[in-house]
């Protein structure tokens, strides 16, 4: 007996040594270290596994990698407008705030954020209407189709894409094609095997050398991009598969936001996507060519940026541009996100805002996907409604909208959640609009999805049972590393 605690003894110190080693030997965020030491230890072996596959980060050789791409398309215009020293000539005050400038600025420092102009922009909420556009627009393709998504289900939807798909790499429209193998989860590479064969280009995001997939379970590409013929581009958070058309009978009606892009604007999504995919193929590196980056003549009115961020840059862009929405508003502050797990910058400017008076409402599914991450959604919303935001849980369906309005005036949508996920470990990319009409038609369809939402009191958390109530207290000390 006393061999076998010695034994036991041995076990929690080695166990204990080697944990402190992993935490500490890489730079993360404190929150992130404590969490994961707290997994170590209290799940000796089964703590270790769930370090392999969610805890490991980049390696310095793929960072590089990333970092390494130059920025095609855009370059010289982001230098342009970095030598501007009049702020009026990158946003004329008739369109939004002073502050807003301060925003543009913000992203044209950190992330290279060209602010393109006289963009025209058309907003989908329903999945039909959004893939009967893109395969529209895609078969009007003459020179090139560029795609990246997080999910791409073999199931009616992904296969009717990629059909249409290798009808126009027959006819010579070059096509690649950026998939996401965790996010895609049962879908192979033979469900391009055909489209492969016609002359397009299809690739796994950052696999191994030695595998067709990854066991990590972070980092993943969140991303969800078309481009076709540099002229046209969508950018938000449909995916696709079935369920986003609202065909699973498990989630009912999938209500997403999905932008269609005409105008300079796509210049970005383009740089964005061939980043992408030259950090990504081992062969076939795209260069600068001007058919990629035409001209565009679009009538529009709508003002925005492409911003983009992912562990491959400890500054978290999309989140310090949501942090500054937030700190600008000075009406209201409109959220739709199926996961609401923000850190303490982002909670804590929400809980000033609604603390000043400041009309903040959020929107989150009354059903979850994820449900240990659902847990922590709960826990924070409570924490928001604590300091005078308002909650409402969707019920016409599943929520996946990722949409932030600021007083009627800004506009964010994209694949970035307002969960730290989205913030530190997948890579996102999201559109920042400047342009008060388009703004206004947005909130409308927030206060729309909120008549179909149920507003939640203090007596919906205060009738949760014990159960419920630990789960989200321990969903929320794991909250940086969900």
Avoid: C
């Amino acid at each position: 007996m006393l061999d076998l605690w010695i034994l036991i003894d041995f076990v929690v110190i080695i166990n204990t040594i080697t944990s402190f080693v992993i935490v500490f030997r890489e730079k993360r965020d404190i929150s992130a270290t404590w969490a994961w030491l707290l997994v170590l230890l209290a799940l000796p072996v089964l703590g270790f596994l769930l370090y392999l596959f969610a805890g490991r980060k980049l390696s310095h050789r793929r960072i590089f990698d990333l970092k390494a791409q130059e920025p095609l398309g855009i370059d010289q215009i982001v230098a342009n407008q970095k030598l501007k020293d009049d702020d009026n000539e990158l946003l004329p005050a008739n369109q939004v705030t002073n502050s807003a400038r301060e925003l543009v600025r913000l992203f044209l420092e950190t992330d290279n954020a060209v602010l393109t102009k006289r963009n025209a922009v058309r907003i989908y909420t329903d999945g039909e209407k959004l893939f009967e556009s893109i395969f529209e627009d895609v078969r009007r393709a003459k020179h090139h189709i560029n795609i990246e998504f997080f999910t791409w289900y073999n199931d009616r939807i992904g296969q009717e894409f990629v059909r249409i798909l290798e009808k126009k790499a027959r006819h010579g429209v070059h096509v690649r094609v950026i998939y996401d193998t965790l996010g895609s989860h049962g879908s192979k590479q033979k469900l391009f095997k055909h489209l492969v064969e016609l002359g397009g280009q299809v690739e796994p995001f950052l696999t191994s050398k030695f595998l067709p997939f990854t066991l990590r379970l972070n980092f993943r590409d969140h991303r969800k991009l078309v481009i076709i013929d540099g002229k046209t581009g969508y950018i938000g958070g449909f995916n696709v598969g079935d369920q986003y058309l609202s065909r699973k009978e498990r989630f009912g009606y999938w209500r997403d936001t999905h932008l269609r892009v005409v105008g300079d604007a796509v210049l970005s999504i383009q740089s964005r996507f061939f980043l992408d995919w030259n950090a990504t193929t081992k062969r076939d590196h795209v260069k600068f060519d001007q058919r990629y980056f035409p001209r565009t003549n679009s009538n529009g009115s709508t003002s925005m940026q492409i911003v983009s961020s992912g562990p491959d840059d400890d500054r978290e862009k999309i989140k310090q541009g949501y942090v500054k929405m937030i700190s600008i508003a000075t009406k209201s502050i409109y959220i739709e996100s199926p996961y609401f797990v923000p850190d303490v910058s982002v909670l804590e400017a929400l809980s000033i805002a609604a603390t000043a008076g400041i009309d903040v409402r959020l929107i989150i599914p009354d059903r979850p996907d994820h449900p240990f991450v659902y847990r922590a959604t709960e826990y924070y919303s409570r924490e928001l409604m604590n300091a005078g935001g308002k909650v409402y849980t969707y019920e016409n369906g599943f929520m996946h909208s990722k949409m932030v309005v600021i007083d009627g005036k800004m506009v964010s949508i994209g694949s970035a959640n307002m969960d730290i996920r989205s913030f530190k470990l997948n890579f996102e990319a999201n559109a920042f609009l400047y342009d008060r009409e388009f703004a206004h038609a947005t909130e409308l369809i927030f206060l729309h999805d909120q008549q179909k939402s149920r507003f939640l009191t203090s007596e919906y958390f205060q009738q949760q049972t014990h159960l419920v109530k630990i789960k989200q207290t321990l969903s929320r000390l794991l909250a940086p590393i969900l």
